[in-house]
């Protein structure tokens, strides 16, 4: 069993449609984030989160400890949005665990 | 750009060879991290540095090294290549060790091995 589940694992929006990407880890936790890919392969961090909720831009991004869950939102998607997205989370030790990935198309 | 640069981007190699990919953080951070993404296992943190000491051990193989050097740059060294070593390798830096702290990933080096 994978230390960090994702779903959906492929999504395809219109432009403009609200985008939830969820997580669920099953480790004790010190941070979790949420990724970006490009299908360049070029890696950006967007959140790192360790209780609540944060928000950039048309991105939000909230973790519920107790339930082991987190959530990526994505408002007034836009093309530009497409990319996998992997949750990633870091245990007290140190150990990092990677999601399989949510690969998002978003068609205008 | 993240401000991490890694060199080379592209290695293609035979098995049985010895490779160094190396990294050179953001100005200013101390600490780098390395990691694997290949199509069958995805990302894997591998292991990470702070200012010259390994600080933690992820799924890195005993065929695998990596040091940090005293201007911070850091180098992967991998040997006895495998074909299933063929993957993406991303560094990662960071300002210091706290969980607080964010990662910026260089482009990475795409290792082929055949």
């Known amino acids: 069993k994978n230390e960090v589940e994702q779903s959906p694992q492929n999504l395809t929006a219109q432009e403009g449609e609200f985008i939830t990407i969820n997580c669920s880890y099953s480790v004790g936790i010190s941070a979790l984030h949420w990724l970006q890919q490009h299908p360049g392969g070029g890696i950006v961090s967007l959140f790192m989160?360790?209780?609540g909720k944060k928000k950039h831009g048309r991105l939000i991004a909230t973790i519920n400890i107790q339930e082991k869950h987190s959530s990526l939102h994505i408002t007034a998607s836009h093309p530009r949005d497409s990319a996998v997205y992997i949750c990633a989370v870091r245990s007290p030790g140190n150990q990092f665990y990677f999601g399989t990935g949510t690969s998002l198309t978003v068609i205008p | 750009d993240s401000g991490v640069t890694q060199t080379p981007k592209h290695l293609i190699t035979a098995t049985g060879q010895r490779v160094t990919l190396r990294c050179s953080p953001r100005?200013?951070?101390?600490?780098v991290y390395w990691y694997q993404q290949s199509l069958d296992q995805g990302l894997q943190f591998l292991i990470q540095y702070y200012n010259g000491e390994e600080r933690a051990k992820g799924n890195i193989l005993e065929r695998f090294s990596a040091q940090q050097f005293p201007d911070l740059h850091s180098e992967l060294n991998l040997s006895s290549l495998e074909l299933g070593d063929s993957a993406l390798y991303f560094c990662a830096s960071s300002l210091t060790v706290g969980v607080t702290y964010e990662q910026y990933f260089g482009p990475g080096t795409r290792l082929t091995v055949t």
């Open positions: 989160l360790s209780s």
């Open positions: 100005s200013g951070d101390l600490s």
